[in-house]
């Protein structure tokens, strides 16, 4: 798959060319995010109401928390200093609804059933390869049959 064309928004940029009767949402209070901030002026408003250049904000579209997040912010946010105030109260959303028995940083599709990483080399061989996909279609799988000892076998990684 080219590159850039695995992620939704790429996708999304050919639909008002290939769709009838599709219309695009121009209002600012929809999709306000780290990547359009500097063109939205934000306000909370006394009463808790959350303004974008006017209107009320719809939809926001936070990505990531911690230094990335505070860097995109702080690159294009500048001193729009109520997008700070949301930003700060979507981590404590976020802090208070998180469970604390989940490790830092965990991801479900870290590795194979047996507990062992994935590699990067191991996921975009099996991206590329439909045969593969088509031969080993859990590809999270471990033992006999898995696409973990199919790349053993290759000697692509070490066995345990």
């Known amino acids: 798959m ?6 939704d928004q790429r996708w999304c940029d050919h639909v008002p060319a290939l769709f009838d009767k599709v219309k695009v949402l121009r209002d600012p209070g929809y999709n306000v995010a780290s990547w359009n901030i500097s063109t939205r002026e934000v306000a909370v408003h006394k009463d808790g109401q959350v303004t974008v250049n006017g209107v009320p904000l719809r939809f926001w579209h936070f990505t990531k928390l911690g230094p990335t997040a505070d860097l995109m912010t702080k690159r294009y946010a500048k001193d729009n200093f109520p997008v700070y105030e949301i930003w ?4 404590d959303a976020v802090e208070d609804n998180s469970e604390p028995t989940i490790p830092e940083r965990y991801w479900a599709y870290d590795a194979y059933s047996d507990g062992r990483k994935i590699e990067k080399p191991h996921r975009v061989l099996y991206r590329e390869r439909r045969d593969l996909q088509a031969r080993f279609p859990d590809p999270f799988a471990s033992g ?16 345990p």
């Open 2 to 7: 080219p590159a850039g064309l695995f992620v």
């Open 144 to 159: 006999p049959g898995s696409y973990q000892a199919w790349l053993e076998a290759e000697a692509a990684i070490p066995a």
């Open 88 to 91: 700060h109260w979507y981590r």
